[in-house]
């Protein structure tokens, strides 16, 4: 079961499967766990209603009280804090989270749809010497659920959709390896947001044994290496990473 630091069990970091299996272990029929699954990701699923679960009503009424009552269940997304829009409809976001960090986000249009700069960490520890993200170092991981709840909120916000993701915002995705893989799954949910692997691109500053591993892991899945300088020599001056691995 997906829980965050403060031990809630975050609906929007689990798969259907994994949604199955938390609302058995709560005590209701494993299908009931595929109904709240589908209605998560309904565009009309409102949270500013109140709880997310109010407008579920193929649930038993007891059941949709019972899930609002119940303080371990997390269903928040991320707070817009802060927006800037653009000429062209780009949006940058500052997002609040739970814990009163925030993170970056930023919604942008193309021809081909719309596309979401998510963040994977608050903080990073990779000291690149240009990056304004690193400068506190790592402060935690985000969730799955972190993660899906940024493309989620600024759908919410633009009152668009989003089909396309790449997590290049703050910090190194392949430093917070399991989670950005089940934020993936999660997307790809054929009742959920159902995006395919190939509109989501991750991207690197360069940790080979990750790249290696998620390679087998997400063949689909496009992959980017921010490499910021035209030789190793150049880029050892600004990316500790290049020190550990030269681009070939
Ligand atoms: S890996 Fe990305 S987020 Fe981390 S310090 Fe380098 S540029 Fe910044």
Do not use: W
């Not at 928040?76 to 925030?102: H, I, M, N, S």
């Not at 993701?165 to 910090?171: K, N, Q, S």
């Not at 399991?178 to 995006?195: A, I, Q, S, T, W």
């Amino acid at each position: 079961m997906q829980e965050n630091t403060s031990g809630k069990i975050e609906l929007y970091g689990m798969t259907e499967a994994e949604m199955r299996q938390a609302f058995s272990a709560l005590g209701y029929p494993a299908f009931r766990g595929s109904q709240v699954f589908k209605h998560l990701y309904e565009e009309s699923q409102g949270l500013q209603k109140g709880s997310v679960f109010t407008d579920m009503t193929d649930l038993p009424k007891k059941m949709r009280e019972d899930l609002i009552a119940d303080e371990r269940i997390d269903v928040r997304l991320p707070e817009v804090l802060e927006r800037q829009v653009a000429k062209d409809g780009t949006c940058k976001y500052l997002f609040g989270l739970a814990d009163g960090e925030a993170i970056e986000a930023v919604f942008m249009k193309y021809e081909y749809g719309n596309s979401l700069c998510v963040s994977s960490q608050v903080g990073c520890r990779m000291g690149c010497r240009f990056c304004a993200s690193t400068r506190r170092g790592l402060v935690r991981n985000l969730t799955a659920a972190e993660m899906v709840g940024q493309v989620l909120a600024a759908e919410r916000d633009r009152g668009e959709s989003v089909g396309h993701i790449v997590i290049m915002g703050i910090g190194e995705p392949f430093d917070n390896y399991e989670n950005v893989g089940r934020f993936l799954d999660v997307l790809h949910e054929p009742k959920g947001k159902n995006m395919s692997y190939r509109n989501m691109t991750v991207s690197t500053c360069g940790l080979v044994e990750k790249i290696r591993m998620f390679g087998e892991d997400h063949p689909t899945v496009n992959l980017a290496i921010s490499l910021h300088a035209p030789s190793d020599a150049l880029r050892r001056k600004t990316m500790p990473v290049a020190n550990r691995y030269s681009v070939a």
